[in-house]
């Protein structure tokens, strides 16, 4: 019942997609507004059938309907409530239901946002986009993957439950939702992209429609990439956090072309420059979003994160071919009227800051890009099995990093147009003198690697550019306005939250690049065979192995070691590492036990049971401020959310924006033609 | 001139902020130098080999059995005195390429670390261009000012590059960042990789000429016993080459010069017999006779001997031959040891000789 | 400009189809576990039977024989389902003088490889393999792995995860040149 149930409801959201594209293009052919409006409809009626599809789906696994195959496959009795709610995308079929679940709620948001303006034709060619998208996802649902598939033959009395990694921790319940919502959002927009160049308005009145939802998927995005890695840092158990694995990569692929786009847009806000450029960076990070799906779900990578193979590779495929060849094609179609005048009047100057701010993130995700897709190319073209890992993806990473730090300093103090030299020491100097007095610490205080000094050189400059603009604006509103620090510093930021939303993203990428150089730099890390009431020292860390307790329960077998952890003397509790066994698993899964602190975690692993004379062997690592990478990206979360917040432009107060845009500016009124 | 002074009072700053920034950058240039200890070793060799039975970590990373045993294994080869280069061929061997987390710089190679790097190149170069391009605004000619400007972002850009490259390969073992600086790991491979090919290619087609000689030269700076033994196999598979057999009398030579009395007899009598064969077979190759002089005149201190071999290097060397320099003027210093009765050559005569 | 812009598209779109080429390659071939050994020569490997000698593989080709050699565990399922197989091979091959089969040990305590082997009655040789030496000479990722080397020494063939008794037969027939 429920079966039919769903492949009903995901028949019609297909069914939804195919008439909503065809009113909106009868619409748009005979420009009868009606048709569009109702058009615009079926976007809710596509939403309506994904939500009913999802409960569907969550109503089989709670009441362990075993004979839909999915849940047979996805979950057991002895599952866990929450487990059992988060199969929902522990496995190839249910991911893209939710997938679609996520799509239909931008798509429903994205019309209702622009119910006012259902006539302009932008918004029209924007629906069908989106449509032909969710028509794809339900397509595919239907035909190639269906969630809803019942089993064949006897239906088991229990199902085999959820692979062992994706039931051992709460953030399996947040990370893939969050990436999710980044990787849907950008869908958005794509369909903005294609209607600019359908309807040829491709000024800068697009631009101003996506931003925000460019915003809310990068935000969702930065938050899916550092809720998985801190999955694989509390689940995977070897200590780290990111191994440049190609599911990793594949999220990080958008990522960085959707920043490089945030940063080009302003040019194109601002000078009308960039067209082509960023609706090629809108059409890539889409692309990489798809492509990133076919490397994850259509088996041709070997991956922790990876779903089973399927037989849904060709299809996604075909859709990256369409999506892409599209793309590319309208752009050259549309090619000489997309010509813009740029000027640039001083190599020293917002616009050019930007400039190769883009170049080096197109040129970052290119090195993930190959980095990723190397063996592939290897295989297919000299049959030869090769790997790329951490070494490769490093040695091109770093520089490009510590050169993206470098800009993030100077690049928001630089003014638009051109920069005096009046204005660069004004900005710049008391920062880059912080910046260098805090490598010269660092040095003093014994730090090695170029690297890292560099990072913690660059990242106290950037910090330092930050409280300087910030508290100008503050002092220079409190002045005008004659308002205490307090207010004017809240008055300050509400006036220009795009701005200081920025500026706080980029406080967070501070405290990310500082974590990483220093938890990658100055790891300790060293494997331990403890007998009971044994000790051991690990960078001053002493650390005893006290007895074995198992635990048995219907989800799982787990032994744990019990550590007493130890530091100057003084006792720092009990942890406890430990293996799990897996009814529908052969080998153990490990969990580690991490003694969070501000400044180093202690890491913990049991690497094998205790062996008959009771002897265990301990993986022990003291990683230094990974804290500060969660911290980090909680900062860019809630950098990106005070960006979003619409400005306010308070009575006489002055505003203090450093570069108000030039008046000279022609931009396209937005919403209108 | 007031113009002047205030500029440089303006630098002023800025030059001394560089300056302090030149300084720490080569304090902690020198203090992150690599570590060539073996534990150092065995990490980073760790760092580059797949767990073989994990997914995507590096054996250094993952706690599995297998890759503990790697570990040691590693050690165990360290302590043996083989070089990174063999220990990463025999995990290939064992494992095939895919065990190596980093492509190699060669064939398909070129795709990974080049692509990138030369995209990135390309593109800055496009930067430039359009930066330039677009402020060729006919309104706006180009000040001395902003022509100074330029300048000093390229120098920045510039030194911000090379900074990181620097950062890059300080930072961890061999960074491809070294490709930018013509210091690529792929381009110029290391004495280990290169003599694992050489003897591969060796061991590929044991009957080639051109493999021995090739393995042979490259052993010549660091492994006389297997440079002889390759120059040897070398000219029994081709006895009309004269190389192999001036060569192989030279090894023996340098062999000779430090042996124990007892021993050099012998040995400079091998020397000698394959230096004339050298000679039998190609009276026109010159090494054969630098060789000769040099042993007659530095091992048996028969400077009288010496001096027409000498001459007969001059005669048949080429000009930009690279012992040519040292001939001159080791033939000087034999002429000046000649007793003065056997001294019917002055140096002109040698220079007359030369074509 | 305009033909500028369409040429780099035109550029972008001929990559972009060559990648997606390369990609619809590997989604048709999938990734293919291939073994590296066969035709090769086996590692030399001394390990320690459970009575304490040693056994070295050139001694046991040398002597003319064809070796059987699987690598274990105590605890892997693959390894126990296989078990019954390798019983029945040995059966039949216990008495061949040109046949000798060694177990070797990949990833366990002693104490519970002894206790499996007294178990189950495991008669032909089994061995421990300190530091793994043999496991990865014979570049093993995982257990049970299989290898029938011939008397000049030569992996005839390999396999990965569980053999059958037919499997068994075909390699022993190939390793004696019948086949």
Redesign the interface.
Known sequence: MKSTLGTFLLALGGAASALGIASVALGLRTDEARWRRAGQRYVHLVLAAAVGAVAVMEWALLTHDFSIRYVAENVARATPTLYTVTALWGALEGSILLWALMLGVYLSLTVWRFRARADDPLVGWATITGLAVALFFFGLMFFAANPFSEIGGRVPLDGAGPNPLLQNHPLMAFHPPMLYAGYVGFTVPFMFAIAALATGRFGEGWLADVRRTTLVAWGFLTVGIGLGAWWSYEVLGWGGYWAWDPVENASFLPWLTGTAFLHSVMVQERRGMLRVWNLSLVLATFSLTILGTFLTRSGVIDSVHAFTESSIGPSLLAFLGVVTLTGIGLIAWRGDALRTRGTIDAPVSRESAFLVNNLLFAGFALVVLMGTVFPLLAEALQDRRISVGEPYFESMSVPIGIALLFLMAVAPMLPWRAASSDVLRDRLLVPAWIGVGTMVVALVLGAEGVAQVCTFGLGAFAAAGIARQVFVATRSRRQTASEGWPVAFARAMRGNPRLYGGLLVHLGVVVVAVALAASAGYLEKREVRLARNESTEVSGYRVTFLEIVREETDQKTTTKARIAVERDGSDLGVYAPSISTFPNATTGIGTPSVRTGLLEDLYLTLVSSPTEEGRITLGVAVNPMVLWLWIGVAVMALGALGAMVPARRTGHALVVDDDPAPPDDVREPVGVR | MSATTDRAR?AL??LA?LG??VV??V???T??APDDSDAARANRLA??L?C??C????VA???E??S???K??IA?RIDDGQSDGEIRQAYVD??????????EGG??GV???G??VA??VL??A??VF??RR??R?PE?TATPS?AR??V??GGL?GF??V??????E????R???QAATGNDASATPSAEEREAALRAAVDATPQSYNARIALARFLLNNDLAGALREYDAAAEIDPTQPEPAAYGGWVLGLVARQAEDADREQLVSGALARLDRAADVDPDYPDTFVFRGLILYTVLDDPAAAVPEFQRFLATAPDEHPQRALVVDTLARAVDELPTTTAPISPTTTTTQEP | MTHVTRWIALGAALVLVAFGVVLALNVSSGPAEEGRLAGEPAPEFRVEAFDGEEIVLSELTGSGRVVFVNFWNSWCIPCRQEHPALVEFYERHRDDPDFAMVGIVRDDTESEARAYVEREGVEWLVAFDPGKHAALDFGTTGQPESFMIAPDGVVVAEQFGPVTVDDLELMLRVARGQV
């Not at chain 2, 900074?163 to 890059?168: E, P």
């Not at chain 2, 300080?170 to 073992?173: F, P, S």
């Open positions: 303006r700053p800025w902020l302090v920034l720490v950058l304090v902690v240039v203090r992150s760092r580059e797949r073989p039975v997914q995507g970590l590096s990373d993952s706690f059995p297998t503990e045993a790697i040691s294994d165990e064992r494992y095939g390429e895919s065990i190596l987390l980093r492509p064939g398909l795709l990974a670390w692509l990138p995209v990135l593109g800055a496009g930067v359009a930066l677009w402020s605004d706006r902003t400007r330029w000093t972002v850009v911000a590059v900074a990181a490259f620097v950062a890059a300080v930072a961890g073992e960074r491809p960042g």
